[in-house]
C-alpha cells in the first residue's frame, strides 16, 4: 500500500478511556496498521503531530495546553475528530465548571486533608486551568464527532474503515451511545 | 365515510377532535416527540413533533387534523431541525449521559439517538443548578429538566399540584409546592404517576436506577420508534 | 420570625440565585423582614386586598403589583398567604413573582430606578446618563444599594422614544432625562423625599402628535358613536365595519368585523372585549398617546364592540410602563358610567357593559393576544396554543375579542361616519389611515397620522430626517430597510408595521442596532417553546461573537441557520421574528458582517487568555505561558 492513512491521536481532559477503546478493535489492529501509520499517538510516543490525514481527540479543553495540543493537531491534521462525551460536551471534566476555579484550587491545594506547604502551584512549567472545561467544538472546527463513553471499539473500527474506504463515516444505530 | 389525512404520502384515517399526532399515532406513523404523552393535555412546547402541513409548520401534538391534510413528518429539513432542537435541550441543561442512571432508558437521549445527533454543536450553557434529593424515595437533579412540563400535568391531573415550571426565557426552571421548596416537604408519594413520568432522569425513583444494567437498557435494544407506550412505562419502575 | 424567613428561603424563589454561577447569594429578605414589616401587618394587608379583588385567583397579578409597590419585594409570607387566602398553589404565586420583570422576589430599593434600554434611548444618550446616575446614587447596575434605599436597573423600551432617556421611578414614567435631572434625583433620594412629592417636571409626557388625520384629526363627542350605531342598527354598523376595511392595527391585520362577527357567532353566550394596550414593542408610543387624549373614542369602540357581539365585561390590559395613565383612565370611564355611556342601560339601550382596567407587569410577551389573556387570567404570560383562537376561546375560556386601541378608536370613528369615509382613504388592501410613532434620528420625533400607502421617503421629509441610512419599520420584529429602499409603502402589501418608524442616521452603527434588538428578544422571551427559549440565547452569543470580531465564515452560516431555526419552528410571534434584525440586515448589508470577521478558519466564542485569569492570579504568574492567544499561534 503506497499511501497509508497518517493518524494521530491524542488525550487532553481525558482518562485515555477512549484510546483503551480504540485498543479494543484488539487483533483488528493489525489489519489497521496494514492501513494506517500512526503520527503523534500514545501508542507510538511520537512527541509532536506532524502533517496528517486524521486526528483523534479525546477529552475537553481545561488548561493552556490542551489548548495548544488542539491547535497542533487542528493545524496537521485534515479531518479532525471529537472522540468520546468529554471532547463532545466536556464529559466528567466539566463537571467541575459548577464550582468556580478558584475554589477548586483552594480545595486541592490549600484545605485539603492532609496537605503540607500549602501552596498553589506556580511553576511556569505547568499549564493553567480555565475558569471553564470546555468541549473542543468550541476552540477549534471539528470535522466528525464519535459519542460514548468511551465509544465501542467498533465504532472506531466502523468510522476509520468508513473513511480509508472512500465513504462518508455513518454509524448505525446500535452504535450511537451516549455512554 | 372515514375521514383521512396525508402523512409522507401515506393516508391515514382521523375522527373529529384528534390531533395530527393522535391521528399518527393511532396508525403507527411515529412522529418524534418530548412533551406528548397520551394521558395528558397535549403542550406544544418542546417542538420536536414539528411537521409541515400544506407547507406551513405546526406542531403535531397540539394541531387538528383536518380532512385532507398534506403532512411532511420525515424529511431531511425537518429531521435537521429537530436535531438542531434537541441539541439546544441538550447544551440547555447539564446532560452529563455517562452519569446518568436514566441513561439507555431516557427519551431525550432516544430521541437524539433516532436523529442520529453525534454532537451537541452549539457552545454549552453549563448552568449552574441544583439537586434535590430531600425526598426518601424520589430525587430531582435539575441539571437534566427540560421543562416538558409532564410532571406539572401528572401531579395537576392527581389533584397535588407538586410540579410548577416558574422563570421566564433561559431562567425557566422547575419548581416544588412545599413550604420549603424541597421535595421532602411537598405532598409527593412514591406512587404518584408524577414520580414515573419524566422523560428524562430529572425525577428519578431511588434505589432502582442500575437495576438493568447500562447496554441492556430499552433504547439500548431498540429504536424509539418501535417502542411501545407500555416498554416506555417500564423505563421508570420495574 | 426573622430567623423563620430565613429558613422559608425555598430555592424555587431565588431564581438568581439558583442560576448564578456563585452559589452562595447574600439572602437579604432575612433583614428587610424584619426591618421593614410585621407579619401581622403583612397579613392585614393582604386580606384587605385580596377582599378588593373579589377573593379570586384570576386577579393575582394585580394584588402582586400592590405587593412589590408596598414591599418592595413580594415577601415570601406574603407569597404563602396569597396562595392561602386565594386557593391555588403557593407554585402558581412564585410563578407569576418570577415571570414578570416588575415583580421581585428580592427586595428591590426604596426607591427603584429602571431606564429604559430601547435603542432610541440610546441613542439619547442612556449609557452615558446610567454611569453617571449609578455614580451619583452610588449604586451598582442591575443591583440594590448596602442601605436597600435605591436600586438600578435597565428595562426594556417604556414607550417614551420621543421624549428619551427616559425610565421609571417606582413604576412612574420619567422622561427627557439630563444630567440636571439626575442630579436633581440624587438630591431628592438622599433626603428621602417620597415620590408623590417631587415636581411634576419629571413625569412631564408630551402627545407630540406632529400630524394629525383621520383619527386624530377630530373628537367625536362622548356617546356618538354608541347613539350613530343604535340609531343605524348594530348589525348594520357591523356592514359598515365590513365595508370600511378596517384591519388590526396591532400589525398583523386581521379584519376587525370579521372578528367581532366570528365572536358574536359563537355559541356561548358569556363574551368578553379586551383592549390590548400592552405596546410593548421597542419604538411604539402612538396608544400612549391614544390613551392620553381619545381615551373616551378608544372605551367608545370597546362598548361598540360589546354592544354588537354581546359582551357583559371588558378590560382593558394597560402595560406597567403605563402606569401613570391608569387613575385619569379611570376618570374617564367614572364619567362614561356617570353619563349613561358604561354600566347598565347603555345610551338608553338594553346593553349593559363594563370596562376593568388591568395593569402589566414588564412582559413584552405579553403583548402577543392569547399571552395578554392568560395574564388577564393572573397567569404567567405563556401564548397559547392555537387553535382554539381567543374569539372562539379567549378570557376565561370564552369567546374574547382582542383589538388594539387604535382599532377600537378607529371602529368608533367608522361608526359615526360610515365604512366609505373611512375606505375611500388607504389603499385596496389597506384602507385608512396609520398612526405611526416616529424616533430615532430625525429633528421631530412624535406622533404622526398618514393614509395607507404613504412612502417612507414622505414620512422622512416631514419628520426632518436627513441623511438617513436606513429605517426599522414596525420594531424590532419588524424589517429593517436601507435608504435604497424609501420609495416602499406603508400598507399591509408592502410594509406592515404597528407603528414603530425608528430612523438611523449614517452615523450608527448597524451591528449595533441589531445587537440591541438580539437582546431584546432574549430577555424577553417567555420560554415556553424550546427554539425561543435556548435558541434567543444561543443567537445573542453567536451574534455577540461575531460584532466582538470572533467570527469566522462558518459563525455568519451559522448565524444565518439559527434564526431561520427560530423563525420556522418556534411557538408564538415573538420567536417566529426574533431573528429578523439579523436576517433582514444580514440580507441588506452582508459586507458589514463579513468585515467584522477574521480571516482564520475558527476562533472561540469566548475570551481564551481572559479564561486564565484566575489561574494567573492565584498562582501569581504572568510568563508568556501564562497568556493564550485567541487566534492560535
Known amino acids: ?34 492501513l494506517v501509520e500512526f503520527n503523534r499517538t500514545p501508542i507510538t510516543d511520537i512527541k509532536h503531530c506532524g502533517d496528517c490525514d486524521v486526528g483523534l481527540i479525546e477529552g475537553g479543553v481545561c488548561n493552556s495546553e490542551n489548548v495548544h495540543v488542539l491547535r497542533e493537531f487542528r493545524g496537521n491534521c485534515k479531518i479532525l475528530v471529537a472522540v468520546g462525551a468529554c471532547a463532545i460536551n466536556g464529559g466528567l471534566p466539566a463537571m467541575r465548571n459548577f464550582i468556580p476555579l478558584g475554589e477548586c484550587l483552594k480545595e486541592a491545594y490549600i484545605d485539603a486533608i492532609g496537605v503540607e506547604n500549602a501552596q498553589i502551584p506556580s511553576d511556569p512549567e505547568l499549564p493553567l486551568l480555565l475558569e471553564n472545561v470546555h468541549p473542543i467544538h468550541e476552540l477549534v472546527k471539528v470535522d466528525y464527532f464519535l459519542p460514548g463513553c468511551p465509544p465501542c471499539a467498533d465504532v472506531f473500527w466502523k468510522f476509520l474503515t468508513d473513511l480509508i474506504g472512500g465513504r462518508e463515516p455513518s454509524l448505525p444505530y446500535e452504535l450511537i451511545h451516549y455512554d | 365515510m372515514s375521514k383521512t389525512i396525508s402523512i409522507d404520502g401515506r393516508q391515514v384515517e382521523f375522527v373529529d377532535g ?221 | 420570625m426573622a430567623a423563620q424567613h430565613c429558613a422559608g428561603s425555598a430555592p424555587g424563589i431565588d431564581t438568581g440565585a439558583v442560576y448564578s454561577k456563585d452559589k452562595r447569594p447574600v439572602d437579604t429578605s432575612c433583614f428587610f423582614g424584619t426591618r421593614k414589616y410585621q407579619r401581622d401587618d403583612m397579613k392585614k394587608f393582604i386580606e384587605t386586598l385580596v377582599e378588593e379583588h373579589g377573593g379570586r385567583a384570576s386577579e393575582l397579578l394585580q394584588i402582586l403589583i400592590k405587593v412589590q409597590a408596598r414591599w418592595h419585594h413580594v415577601p415570601r409570607d406574603c407569597i404563602e398567604q396569597l396562595a392561602e387566602q386565594l386557593h391555588i398553589p403557593r407554585t402558581r404565586v412564585i410563578s407569576v413573582v418570577e415571570f414578570y420583570t416588575f415583580l421581585h422576589a428580592q427586595p428591590r430599593g426604596e426607591y427603584e430606578i429602571l431606564i429604559s434600554d430601547s435603542i432610541t434611548d440610546r441613542m439619547l444618550g442612556k449609557p452615558q446618563l446610567m454611569d453617571f446616575l449609578a455614580a451619583k446614587l452610588q449604586v451598582q447596575v442591575g443591583a ?153 373614542e378608544l372605551f367608545e369602540g370597546m362598548t361598540l364592540c360589546a354592544a354588537i357581539i354581546g359582551a357583559k365585561q371588558g378590560f382593558l390590559y394597560l402595560r406597567g410602563e403605563y402606569q401613570y395613565l391608569y387613575e385619569p383612565l379611570q376618570q374617564v370611564l367614572q364619567q362614561r358610567r356617570q353619563s349613561g355611556l358604561l354600566g347598565g342601560n347603555i345610551a338608553g339601550q338594553d346593553v349593559t357593559f363594563d370596562i376593568e382596567i388591568h395593569v402589566g407587569a414588564g412582559a413584552y410577551i405579553c403583548g402577543e393576544e392569547s399571552a395578554l389573556i392568560e395574564s388577564l387570567e393572573g397567569k404567567c404570560g405563556i401564548p397559547r396554543n392555537r387553535p382554539p383562537y381567543p374569539v372562539s376561546q379567549g378570557y376565561l375560556g370564552k369567546p374574547t375579542v382582542v383589538n388594539n386601541v387604535e382599532t377600537f378608536v378607529a371602529a368608533a370613528k367608522v361608526a359615526v361616519h360610515g365604512g366609505d369615509w373611512f375606505a375611500a382613504r388607504g389603499t385596496e388592501q389597506s384602507k385608512g389611515s396609520k398612526i405611526l410613532s416616529i424616533s430615532g434620528d430625525c429633528r421631530h420625533p412624535g406622533i404622526y397620522e398618514y393614509n395607507f400607502g404613504v412612502s417612507v421617503a414622505g414620512i422622512l421629509d416631514d419628520c ?97 441557520r439559527l434564526g431561520r431555526l427560530i423563525k420556522t419552528t418556534s411557538h408564538c410571534g415573538l420567536g417566529q421574528t426574533a431573528a429578523n434584525p439579523i436576517l433582514t440586515t444580514l440580507q441588506r448589508y452582508p459586507e458589514l458582517y463579513q468585515r467584522q470577521l477574521k480571516k482564520i478558519s475558527f476562533e472561540p466564542g469566548f475570551d481564551l487568555d481572559g479564561s486564565l485569569e484566575t489561574a494567573r492570579k492565584l498562582s501569581r504568574r504572568n510568563d508568556p505561558a501564562a497568556h493564550l492567544t485567541q487566534g492560535g499561534e
Not at chain 3, 438600578?152 to 417604556?158: E, G, I, R
Not at chain 3, 372585549?273 to 408610543?285: L, R, S, W
Open chain 2, 18 to 238: 384528534q390531533t395530527i399526532m393522535e391521528a399518527a399515532a393511532a396508525a403507527g406513523v411515529y412522529i418524534p416527540h418530548l412533551c406528548h404523552h397520551p394521558d395528558f393535555t397535549p403542550h406544544g412546547s418542546c417542538k420536536l413533533c414539528t411537521v409541515k402541513v400544506n407547507g406551513r409548520n405546526c406542531s403535531a401534538c397540539t394541531f387538528p387534523a383536518q380532512e385532507g391534510q398534506e403532512v411532511l413528518n420525515e424529511t431531511d429539513e425537518l429531521r435537521e431541525d429537530r436535531r438542531m432542537i434537541t441539541q439546544m435541550l441538550f447544551v440547555e441543561g447539564n446532560h452529563f449521559c455517562p452519569s446518568c442512571e436514566k441513561s439507555g432508558n431516557c427519551q431525550l437521549q432516544a430521541v437524539a439517538y433516532y436523529l442520529q445527533m453525534l454532537d451537541d454543536h452549539f457552545p454549552l450553557f453549563f448552568a449552574s443548578r441544583e439537586l434535590d434529593a430531600s425526598h426518601p424515595e424520589v430525587m430531582i437533579d435539575h441539571d437534566r429538566c427540560i421543562f416538558c412540563t409532564l410532571c406539572v400535568r401528572a401531579s395537576h391531573l392527581d389533584g397535588k399540584e407538586v410540579f410548577a415550571i416558574s422563570g421566564r426565557g433561559i431562567n425557566k426552571h422547575l419548581i416544588v409546592n412545599s413550604p420549603s421548596g424541597k421535595l421532602q416537604d411537598s405532598a409527593l408519594e412514591a406512587g404518584d404517576r408524577a414520580v414515573d413520568i419524566c422523560p428524562t432522569g430529572a425525577i428519578l425513583r431511588k434505589g432502582i436506577g442500575y437495576r438493568v444494567p447500562i447496554g441492556k437498557r430499552i433504547f439500548d435494544l431498540k429504536k424509539i420508534d418501535a417502542v411501545s407506550l407500555a416498554e416506555q412505562g417500564g423505563a421508570h419502575g420495574e
Open chain 1, 1 to 34: 500500500m503506497a499511501n497509508k492513512i497518517r493518524l494521530a491521536t491524542t488525550s487532553l481532559a481525558g482518562c485515555f478511556g477512549c484510546h483503551m477503546s480504540l485498543l479494543d478493535i484488539d487483533e483488528r489492529i493489525l489489519e489497521l496498521a496494514e
Open chain 3, 464 to 560: 426632518g430626517a436627513d441623511d438617513v441610512f436606513g429605517v426599522q419599520i414596525g420594531g424590532p420584529s419588524g424589517t429593517f430597510i436601507g435608504n435604497a429602499e424609501f420609495d416602499r409603502k406603508l400598507a399591509f402589501e408592502d410594509l406592515a408595521t404597528g407603528g414603530s418608524f425608528i430612523v438611523f442616521d449614517n452615523s450608527r452603527n448597524v451591528l449595533d442596532i441589531v445587537q440591541n434588538f438580539t437582546d431584546f428578544f432574549a430577555h424577553e422571551s417567555c420560554g415556553f417553546c424550546t427554539p425561543c427559549r435556548v435558541g434567543t440565547a444561543l443567537l445573542k452569543k453567536q451574534f455577540d461573537k461575531i460584532q466582538q470580531g470572533h467570527g469566522s465564515a462558518g459563525d455568519l452560516l451559522e448565524l444565518e
Open chain 3, 144 to 296: 440594590v444599594r448596602q442601605d436597600g434605599l435605591v436600586s438600578l436597573d435597565n428595562t426594556s423600551c417604556t414607550g417614551m422614544c420621543d421624549q428619551g432617556p427616559a425610565g421609571l421611578i417606582n413604576g412612574r414614567a420619567v422622561t427627557a432625562l439630563d444630567t440636571r435631572k439626575v442630579v436633581a434625583i440624587a438630591e431628592l433620594i438622599a433626603s428621602k423625599v417620597p415620590v408623590e412629592e417631587w415636581s411634576g417636571d419629571f413625569f412631564l409626557v408630551h402627545d407630540n402628535i406632529r400630524k394629525a388625520g383621520l383619527l386624530l384629526g377630530d373628537t367625536i363627542g362622548n356617546g356618538v358613536a354608541l347613539h350613530s350605531a343604535f340609531a343605524r342598527g348594530l348589525d348594520e354598523t357591523l356592514r359598515e365595519l365590513d365595508i370600511s376595511g378596517l384591519r388590526g392595527r396591532g400589525g398583523a391585520g386581521f379584519k376587525t368585523a370579521l372578528k367581532w362577527r366570528f365572536a358574536k357567532q359563537e355559541q356561548d353566550s358569556e363574551r368578553f372585549v379586551v383592549c390590548n394596550a400592552d405596546e410593548g414593542e421597542p419604538g411604539t408610543f402612538k396608544d400612549r398617546v391614544l390613551l392620553n387624549s381619545h381615551a373616551h
